[in-house]
């Protein structure tokens, strides 16, 4: 028995039909919203190339995402943005994305395995799974999730804001990123928490 699988059968019981896994892509870069994803399978439920989505290609990963959509019983989203982001920092955006993509799930889960150390408030029954997206087969798929959903957002936004290659590098502060954000300035895509030590950065050069 795949490991992934065999991770989430060992939660399983007479009381826990409906798990749910859940996770997040966007804790890291400078720009865009954090995306969090929950995934609903059936104990039969299965399909081998699914993994940890930083693991998998891009082109993997969209013929995933179409696949877990398709077969899962319920995946729920949750996405917050850059105003959100400066406002509250990010691990707390981070948890409020994944409590926003589990209410978003149809049948209600009775336990929600989260990726990482921390969880969110809920009256749902939650464990927290460190490098569950390599462990955990609902984790790894909500990973699918999250990654690609995100992804497709900052390609979408990159057509407004070329210059700053959210295209390639999806709003990871990248050299070129970084280069384009000294010599452009920040957008309104931007997390201006996450900017400040480069901005200082900026203005030091330009006092020296």
């Known amino acids: 028995m795949n490991s992934l699988i065999k991770f989430d059968k060992s939660f399983r019981n007479r009381k826990i039909k409906y798990l749910a896994g859940v996770d ?4 890291g870069p400078i720009a ?4 969090a994803a929950a995934v609903i399978f059936d ?7 699914i993994n940890d989505s930083k693991k998998l290609n891009e082109k993997t990963r969209e013929e995933l995402f179409e696949w877990i959509v398709k077969n899962c019983i319920s995946y729920g989203i949750g996405i917050l943005d850059h105003l959100e982001i400066d406002r509250i920092n990010i691990l707390q955006a981070s948890l409020k994305a994944m409590k926003i993509a589990v209410s978003n799930l149809k049948p209600e889960p009775q336990l929600c395995l989260i990726d990482g150390n921390k969880t969110f408030n809920s009256d749902l029954k939650t464990i927290t799974v460190i490098n569950g997206d390599s462990k955990s ?5 909500a990973s699918i999730i999250a990654k690609v959903t995100r992804d497709r957002i900052m390609k979408e936004h990159s057509k407004n804001y070329p210059q700053y290659f959210w295209n390639h590098n ?3 502060a990248t050299s070129a990123h970084i280069h384009a954000v000294k010599q452009y300035g920040i957008s309104e895509l931007h ?3 996450f900017l400040s030590k480069i901005l200082n950065e900026e203005k030091q050069e330009v006092l020296f």
Not at 24 to 27: D, K, L, S
Not at 32 to 35: A, D, E, H, I, R
Not at 43 to 49: D, E, G, Q, V
């Open 24 to 27: 997040e892509a966007g804790r």
């Open 32 to 35: 865009g919203p954090v995306v």
């Open 43 to 49: 104990n039969k439920t299965f399909h081998n190339k």
């Open 137 to 141: 087969f609902s984790i790894a798929a």
């Open 170 to 172: 999806k709003g990871y």
């Open 191 to 193: 997390r201006k928490t």
